[in-house]
Structure formats: C-alpha cells, structure tokens
C-alpha cells in the first residue's frame, strides 16, 4: 500500500476513535443525510462521509456533479440536506433561488494544467496552450467550478488574442472536472486545466503549475439546504469537516483547508 494510503488510514482511525463523544442522536437517524457535491471534493468528502456516518450512526448519500448541475438537480428533486459547490459563485446563485442562506467556507482548490507524464509537448504556461495543434479541455463555466476559474485565469494572466487562440484551441468543454483528466489519460486531449487534487486521481499525469495559479485558487463553501428536513445534523456534518478532524482528512488528500496555517493568508495579507 502507497505511503499516503497508510497516513489516511491512520487518519481516518484516529478520527473515529476521538468523535465517539460528540456523536449525533441516533433516534434522528432513520433516514440518510442526502448531499450534493462538487465532482472535484470528491476523495475527502466520501472519506468524511464514511466516519461521520460510523460516528453517529447515520447514512450519507452523496451526489457528485458539476455544480452548475447540482443546483438544477436540488430544485428538481425538491429534497435534499447539503449543498457543497466548488465555487463561491454557486452559492450565490443558490442563494439567489432561496436554496441556502448561511455558508461555511471549507478548502482551497487551486487551477493548474494537467498534461501526460513527462510533458511530451513540453507546456511550460498558459501561452503554450494557444500553440497550434495543442488539444485543450476546459471546464464549462456555466456547470462546473473549475471552468469559471480556468476562464478567469485565463484573462489575467493573458492578452486577449492568445485567448482566443486557447479557445480555439479547445475540443472539449466538461461538466466534470474529472472527465478532463480522464480525457488526457485516453489521448483526446494534450492538456487541460483542471484543480491540483484532480491530478493525484491520475498517476500518468502530471501537474503544470505557474506561480500565478495560486492567485486564482477558489473555495469549496457549503451551506445547509433551506428544504433540508434535518437542519441539526446537515449543520453537524458541516461543523466536522471544518474541525480539527476533517481538517486532517481533507490534508490527507491533498486539500488545503480554510483557515489552516498551511494556507498563507495571513502571511500574505489576505482576508
């Protein structure tokens, strides 16, 4: 087993071990907390998921989408207890439809390029993207997180025409930041900006990571859906993965957790 592997397992049995003493009433258990996720949140979500559930005796039932996608889904279903997007501006919009009111602020997800092991186009940047017969995917800023960020990143750090050019460039445009990475690994694409995490999910990747991607990391935020029928124990959830305990789970993956010391706020002056 990978050395990452054991430190998670380690980390998940410490968790389980400590959160006996806070756990929710199992009289209010009898049906399962029902979650919408961003599809990029998803290795320390399930991993939460699974001791949160084990701690306090309920089930959690996840849903993974772009996030575009899970808020059409939450109004369709009509039901539902969370909703965790990987954009600050999902919230928004959320809000905007009357599905959510307060939120809770829980990692960083940071934009870089992904490219097959060992760089065999030799991308260095974002400019290289706009070369001739690169295949780029972008997420669909309209659905998924990592397409607005990719979007906003791209008309910082660029000019207008070399833009363009990435645009022209682009022969796909997911709902699923997964669903880039996975086009990498099969050969439909030569590189495609997706989160820092979602390149560890594929071991014949590799990461492109320019100084200024850090300027344009995003927040995964969740907030406790307004139909919710389980308010108390949706909150709870959300209380854990903002802990000390989901702090470490969320560290185990890869993620840099809101608030943590890891993150650099405070040395560099930001809210």
């Known amino acids: 087993m990978p050395a990452s592997s054991w430190r998670r397992t380690a980390?998940?049995?410490?968790?389980?071990?400590?959160?006996?003493?806070?756990?929710?009433?199992?009289?209010?258990?009898?049906?399962?907390?029902?979650?919408?996720?961003?599809?990029g949140f998803r290795p320390p979500i399930e991993d939460a998921a699974r001791v949160f559930s084990e701690a306090?005796?309920?089930?959690?039932d996840i849903t993974y989408a772009g996030s575009g996608c899970l808020i059409a889904q939450a109004e369709l279903a009509g039901r539902g207890d969370l909703f965790i997007p990987g954009e600050e501006h999902y919230i928004t919009k959320?809000?905007?439809?009357?599905?959510?009111?307060?939120?809770?602020r829980i990692a960083y997800?940071?934009?870089?390029?992904?490219?097959?092991?060992?760089?065999?186009?030799?991308?260095?940047?974002?400019?290289?993207?706009?070369?001739?017969?690169?295949?780029?995917?972008?997420?669909?800023?309209?659905?998924?997180?990592?397409?607005?960020?990719?979007?906003?990143?791209?008309?910082?750090?660029?000019?207008?025409?070399?833009t363009t050019a990435i645009h022209r460039n682009t022969t796909t445009r997911a709902i699923n930041v997964n669903e880039l990475g996975t086009q990498i690994v099969l050969g439909g694409l030569d590189a495609a900006i997706v989160w820092d995490v979602t390149v560890h999910?594929?071991?014949?990747?590799?990461a492109i990571v320019p100084i200024d991607s850090r300027d344009h990391r995003?927040?995964?935020?969740?907030?406790?859906?307004?139909?919710?029928?389980?308010?108390?124990?949706?909150?709870a959830f959300l209380?854990?993965?903002?802990?000390?305990?989901?702090?470490?789970?969320?560290?185990?993956?890869?993620?840099?957790?809101?608030?943590?010391?890891?993150s650099g706020d405070r040395a560099e002056g930001r809210p």
Request: net charge negative.
């Open 94 to 104: 959320a809000q905007e439809r009357g599905l959510v009111r307060e939120v809770t």
């Open 218 to 235: 995003t927040l995964i935020t969740g907030s406790v859906l307004e139909m919710s029928s389980r308010p108390d124990l949706a909150s």
């Open 239 to 262: 209380e854990f993965l903002t802990g000390d305990d989901g702090k470490s789970i969320l560290a185990s993956h890869g993620y840099e957790p809101f608030g943590d010391a890891l």
């Open 201 to 206: 999910l594929f071991p014949s990747l590799e």
């Open 109 to 162: 997800l940071r934009p870089v390029i992904a490219v097959r092991k060992g760089n065999p186009l030799g991308i260095q940047g974002l400019a290289d993207l706009a070369r001739p017969g690169v295949r780029v995917g972008l997420g669909d800023p309209k659905s998924v997180a990592v397409g607005l960020a990719a979007e906003g990143w791209l008309a910082a750090a660029l000019p207008e025409p070399t």
């Open 56 to 60: 306090n005796g309920v089930e959690v």
């Open 11 to 39: 980390i998940l049995g410490l968790v389980l071990a400590t959160l006996s003493t806070g756990a929710v009433d199992a009289s209010t258990a009898e049906e399962p907390l029902f979650v919408y996720c961003c599809a």
